[in-house]
T-cell receptor, first 111, second 117 residues
């Protein structure tokens, strides 16, 4: 059974700092992995999608890496801003069409 | 880009009544839609998978008679919470994918906050 874990559960950093969010999954047989952002009381916004054959994806200040063999993905946020404050979720798509979500990391960037 | 519209964004209903939530793909045909539930400070838990024109597949522990899902067209799926009770209060989110290909990501709706009083 696929399980997805995110560390840390919560993170508070000063503005401008670079930071790394971690996601680990137990079954390496995945099709892709997706990082999402969720603001309080809102739906999910897709940030980056990494296919199983890819090692990383970049979008602006965000960079996501994937190491399928070790069951890990990281989301790197450069030069963090208060507007980056949100909950970040990773999700893996495995043998069926559904996504299994991680537990999330609540990020707070202090001005 | 792919857009999924979910309506209503919030609803308050009395215990014992039924509530319908709509999920629409606005600019693409969604062969498969998913319904998730999220309790406060927890992650999303998949409730069911619906494919257009066929019965939904429910996850273990989800009551299919309580959470009725209809996916009558390629752009619309509905979730009806029947005889709602306070413990059904939660955040419900739908997602859709345009194709069965495993390389596609999913687009999520904005969610519906259900409060049963």
């Amino acid at each position: 059974k696929q399980e997805v874990t995110q560390i840390p559960a919560a993170l508070s950093v000063p503005e401008g700092e670079n930071l790394v969010l971690n996601c680990s999954f137990t079954d390496s047989a995945i099709y892709n992995l997706q990082w999402f952002r969720q603001d309080p009381g809102k739906g999910l916004t897709s940030l980056l999608l990494i296919q199983s054959s890819q090692r990383e994806q970049t979008s602006g200040r965000l960079n996501a890496s994937l190491d399928k063999s070790s069951g890990r993905s990281t989301l790197y946020i450069a030069a963090s801003q208060p507007g980056d404050s949100a909950t970040y979720l990773c999700a893996v798509r495995a043998g069926t069409y559904k996504y299994i979500f991680g537990t999330g990391t609540r990020l707070k960037v202090l001005a | 880009g792919a857009v999924v519209s979910q309506h209503p964004s919030w609803v308050i209903c009395k215990s014992g009544t039924s509530v319908k939530i709509e999920c629409r793909s606005l600019d693409f045909q969604a062969t498969t839609m998913f319904w998730y539930r999220q309790f406060p400070k927890q992650s999303l838990m998949l409730m069911a998978t619906s494919n257009e024109g066929s019965k939904a597949t429910y996850e273990q522990g989800v009551e299919k008679d309580k959470f009725l899902i209809n996916h009558a067209s390629l752009t619309l799926s509905t979730l009806t919470v029947t005889s709602a009770h306070p413990e059904d209060s939660s955040f419900y989110i739908c997602s859709a994918t345009r194709t069965a290909s495993e390389t596609y990501g999913y687009t999520f709706g904005s969610g519906t906050r259900l409060t049963v009083v």
